[in-house]
Each structure stands twice: as structure tokens, then as C-alpha cells.
């Protein structure tokens, strides 16, 4: 086992998805894969592998915020060899074109952590990307089943809640939505040299205060999900 997971070598699959709420790893889990088996109970981030459509793949809760994302990617990677680290989550709305519901492919992530700035010793500013044959995968298949995919920089922020950040700013620079992961996974994936893209569902406007329902939320991420794993078989 590694420091948070409690997997034996092979227990987990080259392509995992990483919601952030463990439970949702459950769900997942439970709802989309077959001959699913538990690997991790540690801190209750829960870990399965399963199949979807024949191929393994496995599903292991992050927690929330990019110290968390962080920890696990890096044992995924470091300790059992994944090639394909798929952040599946809710993030909410910034620009007025994005409406509760979309899908939101996160193509770079912008950051207020001072993160890059540690790892790059204060030279650069560093821009985390997603992998492009995932993105591109994932939006061929979003627009196949006309889904309301929308693509672009999201901001992976370091809190939840936040006055003081300018999101007018962020908006009229394109910025489609906030969250609090990608920045790290995206960075994690770029120093290992692997593929990572974050999948997120609006389930709220920050803009506008519009919230989705539960129910609305189960539907979009049900949605959301297809196009995670259809992306994971290619
Ligand atoms: N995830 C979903 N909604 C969010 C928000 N408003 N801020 C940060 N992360 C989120």
C-alpha cells in the first residue's frame, strides 16, 4: 500500500476517475461498472476497480482542493503506474455564457495557488493544460450525443469561499467557471509526463446565484460520466 491508498500493485487500473466526493466514487462504482471490486477504505477516500464495456478502469475519491487531488494523483502515479488521471466534478458558473448544466472541459486551469510558483521557483508562471487527445476525445463525444459542452480555462481555486477575488475580471478574461482541483492534477500529470482532464458539471452560477437541483445534478453528472468513460476506452 502506499501513504493514503490501501491498494496492493495491481489492484489499480492505467485510467482512473477521480471525483472528489468519495461517495460519488461509490455511486460510479456502483452504476456504471461491472465486476467491481473495493481496493481502498483508508480516510474513507473510496477506491474501486471495475469494468466498463470490458475494459478496467477505476474510480478513487480526492477529497476537495489541490493539496488533496495532489496527494492522490501523485501515489496513483508514483506508487501503482496510472497513465490516465480523469477528474470528474461540479465547478461553478463565471461567464454569463455558461448556464447550470453544462458540461465544462477544462482545457487549462488557472490557479491562485502559489503552487507553480514554488515548483518554478518564482521564474515563470506556468499554465497546467489538459491532454489533448483526452479533451478532444471527450468533446468529440460530448457533441456526438449533443450535449451543452462548453471548453476553455476554468480556475482551480485554493477557496471555496472567496469576497475578495475579482470574478468580473476573471469572466472578461474568459475564464468559463471555478473549481479546485485541476491546477494540481493538471501540473501533477505535465511533471510525470501522463494524460489528465478535468470533466465538470455547473451546479451553480456565481454570477447569477442560480443552483441546480439535486435531481438536475444526478442527470448532468450521469451525463458528465458517459462521456468520462467513453473517453477511457479510447
Ligand atoms: N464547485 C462547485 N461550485 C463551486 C464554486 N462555486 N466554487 C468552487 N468550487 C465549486
Same mark, same amino acid.
Given at each position: 500500500?502506499?501513504?493514503?491508498?490501501?491498494?496492493?500493485?495491481?489492484? /489499480?487500473?492505467?485510467?482512473?476517475?477521480?471525483?472528489?466526493?468519495? $461517495?460519488?466514487?461509490?455511486?460510479?462504482?456502483?452504476?456504471?461498472?461491472?465486476?467491481?471490486?473495493?481496493?481502498?477504505?483508508?480516510?474513507?477516500?473510496?477506491?474501486?476497480?471495475?469494468?466498463?464495456?470490458?475494459?478496467?478502469?477505476?474510480?478513487?475519491?480526492?477529497?476537495?482542493? /489541490?493539496?488533496?487531488?495532489?496527494?492522490?494523483?501523485?501515489?496513483?502515479?508514483?506508487?501503482?503506474?496510472?497513465?490516465? $488521471?480523469?477528474?470528474?466534478?461540479?465547478?461553478?458558473?463565471?461567464?454569463?455564457?455558461?448556464?447550470?448544466?453544462?458540461?465544462?472541459?477544462?482545457?487549462?486551469?488557472?490557479?491562485?495557488?502559489?503552487?507553480?510558483?514554488? /515548483?518554478?521557483?518564482?521564474?515563470? @508562471?506556468?499554465?497546467?493544460?489538459? @491532454?489533448?487527445?483526452?479533451?478532444?476525445?471527450?468533446? @468529440?463525444?460530448?457533441? @456526438?450525443?449533443?450535449?451543452?459542452?462548453?471548453?476553455?480555462?476554468? $480556475?482551480?481555486?485554493?477557496?471555496?469561499?472567496?469576497?475578495?477575488?475579482?470574478?468580473?475580471?476573471?469572466?472578461?478574461?474568459?475564464?468559463?467557471?471555478?473549481?479546485?482541483?485541476?491546477?494540481?492534477?493538471?501540473?501533477?500529470?505535465?511533471?510525470?509526463?501522463?494524460?489528465?482532464?478535468?470533466?465538470?458539471?455547473?451546479?451553480?452560477? $456565481?454570477?447569477?446565484?442560480?443552483?441546480?437541483?439535486?435531481?438536475?445534478?444526478?442527470?448532468?453528472?450521469?451525463?458528465?460520466? /458517459?462521456?468520462?468513460?467513453?473517453?477511457?476506452?479510447?
Amino acid at each position: 500500500m502506499s501513504t493514503h491508498i490501501g491498494a496492493k500493485q495491481g489492484d /489499480i487500473s492505467k485510467t482512473v476517475l477521480m471525483p472528489g466526493d468519495p $461517495l460519488r466514487a461509490k455511486y460510479i462504482a456502483e452504476t456504471f461498472l461491472e465486476d467491481v471490486k473495493q481496493y481502498n477504505t483508508v480516510r474513507n477516500a473510496f477506491g474501486y476497480t471495475g469494468t466498463y464495456k470490458g475494459q478496467e478502469i477505476s474510480v478513487q475519491g480526492t477529497g476537495m482542493g /489541490i493539496p488533496s487531488v495532489m496527494i492522490y494523483g501523485e501515489e496513483l502515479i508514483q506508487e501503482y503506474g496510472v497513465e490516465n $488521471l480523469i477528474r470528474v466534478g461540479s465547478a461553478g458558473g463565471m461567464k454569463k455564457e455558461i448556464k447550470i448544466r453544462d458540461v465544462v472541459l477544462a482545457q487549462a486551469a488557472t490557479t491562485d495557488s502559489s503552487l507553480h510558483r514554488h /515548483i518554478f521557483n518564482n521564474q515563470v @508562471d506556468f499554465a497546467p493544460i489538459a @491532454d489533448f487527445d483526452l479533451l478532444k476525445h471527450a468533446y @468529440d463525444i460530448g457533441m @456526438d450525443k449533443n450535449m451543452s459542452i462548453r471548453v476553455g480555462n476554468v $480556475l482551480s481555486a485554493d477557496r471555496f469561499y472567496n469576497a475578495e477575488l475579482d470574478k468580473q475580471k476573471l469572466a472578461d478574461y474568459g475564464v468559463l467557471a471555478v473549481e479546485m482541483e485541476a491546477a494540481g492534477l493538471y501540473s501533477l500529470a505535465a511533471k510525470h509526463n501522463k494524460r489528465a482532464l478535468a470533466l465538470l458539471t455547473i451546479s451553480d452560477h $456565481l454570477l447569477t446565484g442560480e443552483e441546480t437541483t439535486a435531481e438536475e445534478r444526478q442527470t448532468t453528472f450521469n451525463d458528465m460520466m /458517459i462521456i468520462a468513460l467513453e473517453a477511457a476506452l479510447r
